[in-house]
């Protein structure tokens, strides 16, 4: 069936040092892959995603990896702040949004 | 432009009742797709609705069901609650239009089974 596997569940990094979360994915027909920030009591947000048919891709200091032989696809965060600080969902879909199958999700802490 | 509204915010329900969730998708969105998130297992796919018809199920049982009005307004019903069915449920609105399909949720309905 669908699933998709993240590590780690919990992650606490150094202020200004680099966070990497990663996932695997089962569905072979997974073609759009969104990455979700849900802050404390608040929505999902979509905070970057990416196509198969590309490799990478990144916004800011938010950069997305995607291996679709090995099925692997990975979230960067460089320069880590504060305000970076929350809990991080990958995600996959055969190519829309209306059945997104979630990771189980990071819980991202940034250390003063 | 008003983002995806949900009603009630907060319910509390009584096990064996039944309970409706209601979602407003933003304007011009014709998919809504439903989503419950518990702490242990995360956040998971219910059903989506698009034009008024299921186009994908979760593995969910039967209690839990859903429907979607010619406004693409949905609802999801949940029949003979059990202590288990206590959880944030999520409702996403997407345009789903060309390579436009990012999913904007709504803030949720807590619901609490006592």
């Known amino acids: 069936g669908e699933n998709v596997e993240q590590h780690p569940s919990t992650l606490s990094v150094q202020e200004g040092d680099s966070a990497v979360i990663k996932c695997t994915y089962s569905d072979s027909a997974s073609n759009y892959f969104p990455w979700y920030k849900q802050e404390l009591g608040k929505r999902p947000q979509l905070i970057i995603d990416i196509r198969s048919n590309v490799g990478e891709k990144k916004d800011q200091r938010i950069a997305v990896t995607l291996n679709k032989t090995a099925k692997h696809f990975s979230l960067h965060i460089t320069e880590t702040q504060p305000e970076d600080s929350a809990v991080y969902f990958c995600a996959a879909s055969r190519g829309s949004a209306s059945k997104i199958i979630f990771g189980s999700g990071t819980r991202l802490s940034i250390r003063p | 432009k008003a983002g995806v509204t949900q009603t009630p915010r907060y319910l509390i329900k009584t096990r064996g009742q039944q309970v409706t969730l209601s979602c407003s998708p933003i304007?011009?969105?014709?998919?809504v797709s439903w989503y419950q998130q518990t702490p242990g297992q995360g956040l998971q796919f219910l059903f989506e609705y698009f034009s008024e018809t299921q186009r994908n199920k979760g593995n969910f049982p039967g209690r839990f069901s859903g429907r979607q009005f010619s406004n693409s307004r949905s609802e999801m019903n949940v029949s003979t609650l059990e202590l288990g069915d206590s959880a944030l449920y999520l409702c996403?609105?997407?345009?789903?239009?060309?390579?436009?399909?990012?999913?904007?949720f709504g803030q949720g309905t807590r619901l609490t089974v006592v």
């Open positions: 996403a609105s997407s345009l789903v239009q060309g390579s436009d399909t990012e999913a904007f």
């Open positions: 304007s011009g969105h014709r998919s």
